[in-house]
Nanobody, 127 residues
Framework: QVQLEESGGGLVQPGGSLRLSCAAF????????MGWFRQAPGKEREFVAS????????IYGDSVTGRFIMSGDNAKKTVYLQMNSLEPVDTAVYYC????????????????????WGQGTQVTVSS
């Protein structure tokens, strides 16, 4: 199994930026893609972005396209989420997830298709 640990969450003012990190631990770590999801109180878990290790391709959710940038570092087994132009609607717990295999592009956006999850990191956007 793999252990995922998010970091970088915190409080930021509207219009500000924040960068989240997710590091994978374990000798057997292997995944096809990594994902970022977020969940606000009373709402379903929402797709944010997905990163494919082999190609570096990134898929973004409609709500964050143009504002967030996901990237990955193979050597460090770490993925990042650069969040810009943050607004209160972005307030949520952000979760890192790993998808072991390629089961089709559609499933990169589905939380239920991911295999391992981090504990989450709180992002609060407020004045």
């Amino acid at each position: 199994q793999v252990q995922l640990e998010e970091s970088g969450g915190g409080l930021v003012q509207p219009g500000g930026s924040l960068r989240l990190s997710c590091a994978a631990f374990g000798r057997t770590f292997s995944s096809y893609a990594m994902g970022w999801f977020r969940q606000a109180p009373g709402k379903e878990r929402e797709f944010v972005a997905s990163f494919i290790w082999s190609s570096g391709r990134v898929i973004y959710g409609d709500s964050v396209t143009g504002r967030f940038i996901m990237s990955g570092d193979n050597a460090k087994k770490t993925v990042y989420l650069q969040m810009n132009s943050l607004e209160p609607v972005d307030t949520a717990v952000y979760y890192c997830a790993a998808k072991k295999y390629n089961t089709g592009s559609y499933y990169f956006t589905r939380a239920e298709a991911y295999d391992d999850w981090g504990q989450g990191t709180q992002v609060t956007v407020s004045s």
